[in-house]
């Protein structure tokens, strides 16, 4: 309790003075540093060096910056995570996305999330629980909607599920150390169910221009959503053209989850596939994905309801949400990684709820879009490499339209190298895009 006072006290004063005055750092300890590098350890003051008199200094060789009392001691000093500015007495830090920098400076003071098994993520509230135990980590929700997790170090070895709520905020860990995940992070929309922050199918208040499309009229299939790549159209009939897909959604400041797929206006039985979640992910260290580490923000599926035997027009499929990873080093190796926002698949025009489209997942095909029997099928979803497929119109006279597939979202990888290269059979299924690092001087 006594940490959660002293981190809210400081967020306060952060949100009055503008800014945050880089925290002083516990004594160096490299037995206790999780890498080699800078930032690994970090320095407190020591009474005993002796320092020039009222001087600030930065020791490039040594990634340390000092500042020096008028009494010749050292009052404080600390590792520089970056190594030290050029051209100033400064640091160099990590400067995150979406202005998460002071949640930044508060994670050395935060305890380490190590989370196995079943965990739920819950980013209304902000609960966390491992198992049956709640996991106590400070966390804060920004007006952008962003819940914020502050921890020293974040290991995952077990299934992660973030609770998709039609409210919940997207998803941010800011880690002092490395962030390791062995294990599934799953912000991933459930058929119509967006992940955390993305919007949920059916829902005509949160249509933006990503948004798949709505028939105007009865018969033609309903865009699919998007996200990297424009949406697909819907299927056309004999005297209507299918819905149009939405446009692209690749905005990662600020972070958006993935928009949903186009429904169908015939009594509510198609409904448009919910936006996969919103998550970023920065460390001053690394961020690691070994093993089985797979992190899943993909679209949902179309969903087809039975609708009395009347043969209905297919749904759109919902796009896959947006990840941000930013890290000095961000590494994906290993044949079973994968980090995913492919979109889900339209639904086919039919009378039953065996036409559903199928949510993006994280494996490597494209989701399938529904089937119907009339050959009207939904288009299936994007997943990176390739864009999502329209509905389809079976031919006949009144033929109905099957829904447009839903696009992949959007991965940034932001690290030093500016560039990514997954190894030994990793994968990254989704629209990317690589840049170096943003950096800023710090204290």
Known sequence: MRLRFLLHSLLLACALLGACKFPELPPLDETDATTDGPGSGDAGPDATLACAPDSITCDAAQALYTECSSSGIVSFQMRCP?????GAAKCLDIDPSNGLAMYLDMAAEAPDLVMSGQIVINTSDGSILVGAIAAQVPTFLTTDGIRVFVVRSLTLDGVATVERRYTAAKLAFV??????????????ADGTQGGAGGNWGGDQSSKGACAGHWPAQSGPGAGGAGGGDPGAP??????????????TNVASEPLLGGCEGGSVLDGGNSVGGGGGGGLQITSRTQILLLDSGIIDASGGGAQHGASGGV???????GAGGNVILEAPQVVLDGPSVVVSTKGGGGAGASSTVTSSGTDGGYDAPRAAGGTSSIQSHGG????????PGAGLNGGCSDCQGGGGG????MTVFRNLAGAIAPQNGAAVRSKTTTTPIRTRQVP
Request: aromatic share 0%.
């Open 380 to 387: 299936a979803g994007g997943n990176g490499t390739q864009p």
């Open 175 to 188: 880690s002092d150390r490395d962030v390791l995940i062995r294990g599934r992070l799953d912000i991933s």
């Open 406 to 409: 839903g696009a992949a979202g």
């Open 82 to 86: 970056l190594g030290c500015a050029t």
């Open 311 to 317: 043969r209905i027009a297919g749904a759109g499929g």
């Open 234 to 247: 819907g299927g056309p009939t004999s005297a209507h053209q299918g819905a149009a897909g939405g446009s």
